[in-house]
């Protein structure tokens, strides 16, 4: 048993001295190895080495901080690809790179930019870099339009991947207020047509009740001689030569260059070819071309009431042919000194012409 004892001692002894060496060698070799090396983290990117950093913890606060400036338009910072660090053993003579890495992962980032457009009309016509002045030029832009002028002004938030573009303050009041000019000079002129279209609607109005006043006129003056009221003649009732539309385009008593002298009836434009009926039932005294009148036919009706259908196209009436105010004497032409189809109607009363128009139209 003792014997085994002091073989057991005498084998540890053995066995302490190689291990004090090894120790000792370990303690030598990494005292030599912390004079000579540094710990740092190899940072690769990617697969792409960029640089040896001391703290890993320190780049890891540096991005975080990067990425959590909200300066200026930038709304959100992304970096997709962190990078991977490896523990590494370096000279102390090597340099380690931490500006220089955290720009390279600065590189990969994708920014979101926030701008702020100011729209005319719900479009966005321009963007600015903060709310603030999108306010101030609705504020400033908005005022003293006057109503009625297609100029709404708004601003909604922008976001932009990758491209921070933005105008400056003064750039976007010039947009703005280019389109605001536009806008307010398109209303003027629109107010502008407007009444100019209601003072020529007045004016035509205002010249319809001269000119209606002016025939009841010429009508008073010469009912003295002539008995006859609207839609008669001398005790005949009267009614329109044509059934279609037509217009007036010479007055009775109107001169014009192509005539000498005064106009002795009333034209009534309508197309080539449209019926003419007799104003009042009689019979035709002319059916044929007279000069100047073209194709013309003459009614009488009694009473010294005599009506005349100038520049006819075609006669379909005879003379002595008995004629009521349905019967179709003729069509309107532009025969004779006629410039387009017309009716060139007269009523004359014992050879005189009187103006239709106190009978008619
Ligand atoms: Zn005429």
Known sequence: MFILKGKILRFTK????????????ILFLVLVILIKYKPVYLVTLSGKTLGYVTEKSELENKINEYINTREGTVALIDIEVMPEYTLDLVSRNEETKENEILEEVEKTAVITYKTYGVT???EVKTEVDTEAKALEIINNLGQDV???????????EIYTVGENTFASEDEAIGIVSEIKTAKVTEYEEEQARIAAEKAAAEAAAKEAARKAAAAKATYTSTSTTVSGSYGNVNGISISNPL???ALITSRFGERSSSRSSSHTGLDLATSLGTSI????SGTVVTASYQGSYGNMIVIDHGNGVQSYYAHCNSINVSVGSSVTIDTVIGTVGST??????????????NGVAYNPQNYLY
């Not at 053995?14 to 060698?25: A, C, H, Y």
């Not at 009926?277 to 009042?280: C, D, H, K, N, Q």
């Open 336 to 349: 004779g000194n006629s410039t387009g189809p017309h009716l060139h109607l007269e009523i004359r009363i």
């Open 146 to 156: 006057e109503e009625g002028v297609d100029f709404e002004l708004g601003y909604t």
């Open 120 to 122: 005319v009309n719900g």
């Open 243 to 245: 059934k279609a539309s």
């Open 277 to 280: 009926y007799p104003i009042a």
């Open 14 to 25: 053995e066995i302490i001295n190689p291990v004090k060496i090894i120790l000792l060698s």
